[in-house]
């Protein structure tokens, strides 16, 4: 099973580079936001959602091209590794 092994690991090694970079974002924005309500002391729920989620879009907007070659190579290495996946080699 050391094709399937493979495969899954380099799924999980994508799935981790695809998350971080959108993750990190969203907890620097988070925590910034935060800092800001604090020396305000303005507690709206609204304002620590938006500007993650703008965050968050702009990242995947940025990454998308990135994310999709990702996704793609994943996909060949997947269906190249299939015949040896079936046969247990």
């Not at 690991?9 to 998350?19: F, K, N, Q």
């Not at 907890?27 to 800001?36: F, L, Q």
């Not at 709206?44 to 989620?53: A, D, I, N, R």
């Not at 990135?66 to 190249?80: E, G, I, K, T, Y």
Request: charged share 10%.
């Amino acid at each position: 099973m050391e094709p399937l092994a493979d495969l899954i690991r380099e799924a999980l090694l994508v799935a981790a580079l695809l998350c971080l970079p959108v993750l990190c974002v969203a907890t620097a924005v988070g925590t910034a936001v935060a800092v800001v309500q604090a020396a305000t002391q303005v507690q709206e729920q609204t304002l620590t959602l938006l500007p993650k989620m703008l965050a968050v879009g702009l990242m995947v907007a940025l990454l998308g091209a990135f994310a999709l070659d990702l996704c793609r190579s994943l996909f060949v290495d997947a269906v190249q590794a299939l015949p040896a996946i079936v046969r247990g080699a």
